[in-house]
Nanobody, 116 residues
């Protein structure tokens, strides 16, 4: 199983920026499809952004133009650059990896709080 560890969360004021990182174990990272999800209190977990092994990306409508997902295959890292943060972006953010057909791993999550 692929192990994932997120970092970079924290408290930020509205309009601010954060960059989340997700470190993945294993030697097959470049072949994984990766994603960032988030879950706010009382809400279902939702897709924020995803990047395929080939580098194609897609975003939730709510974050388009503000968030950017990227990956560094040499370092087994995936990033989520979050700009122009809003209070409604407050959530626990989770990294996931689709590393084999029908197999998915999740990280432990990192808290992002947007508040003045």
């Amino acid at each position: 199983q692929v192990q994932l560890v997120e970092s970079g969360g924290g408290l930020v004021q509205p309009g601010g920026s954060l960059r989340l990182s997700c470190a993945a174990s294993g030697s097959g990272f470049s072949a994984y499809d990766m994603g960032w999800y988030r879950q706010a209190p009382g809400k279902q977990r939702e897709l924020v952004a995803a990047i395929t092994s080939g580098g194609s990306t897609n975003y939730a409508d709510s974050v388009k133009g503000r968030f950017t997902i990227s990956r560094d295959n040499a370092k087994n890292l995936v990033y989520l650059q979050m700009n122009s943060l809003k209070p409604e972006d407050t959530a626990v953010y989770y990294c996931n990896a689709d590393y084999s057909p029908g197999l998915r791993s999740w990280g432990q999550g990192t808290q992002v709080t947007v508040s003045s």
